[in-house]
């Protein structure tokens, strides 16, 4: 793994880490040793359930927690539905790959943290707030 990689994974994974409140995502498991991602955590982000807390720690008020089926598809399915696209160097990215644990596709699991992430910044960040920002920089 290279070491942008590296860097991305932990920040990633320290964002999803606070985003469920005190740890409760990840608890404490460690991340990495000597820059290879641990079993532990490859086996913990090849199972759905943290990206599913995670999804309604954003959005509370969804569906997602019905039409969890044990796969990463509903996931993605609603993240697509709010326009927000699991996408890893222009292929689309599915259950297959993200349930993977050996090996375990980094890559992958950053987009879908990426995904995420966009997902946080359209349900935080208004249309109106920012059309605000903009009047009041230009005046």
Not at 31 to 38: G, H, R, W
Not at 100 to 128: C, G, N, W
């Amino acid at each position: 793994m290279s070491t942008e990689d590296t860097r991305r994974l932990l920040c990633s994974l320290a964002w999803l880490r606070g985003l469920g409140g005190n740890g409760k995502l990840l608890g404490d498991v460690k991340f990495l040793i000597d820059d290879k991602v641990t079993q532990e955590v490859a086996a913990v982000l090849a199972n759905p359930t943290c990206y599913m807390k995670a999804f309604r720690s954003i959005f509370p008020f969804n569906t997602l927690e019905e039409e969890a089926d044990g796969t990463f598809w509903p996931l993605i399915h609603v993240l697509a539905c709010r326009g927000v696209y699991v996408v890893n160097e222009g292929q689309s990215v599915n259950h297959a790959i993200l349930s993977q644990t050996k090996p375990f596709e980094v890559s992958t699991h950053l987009a879908l943290i990426d995904a995420l992430m966009r997902a946080y910044v359209l349900a935080v960040v208004k249309i109106p707030h920012v059309m605000r920002v903009v009047r009041y920089v230009c005046n």
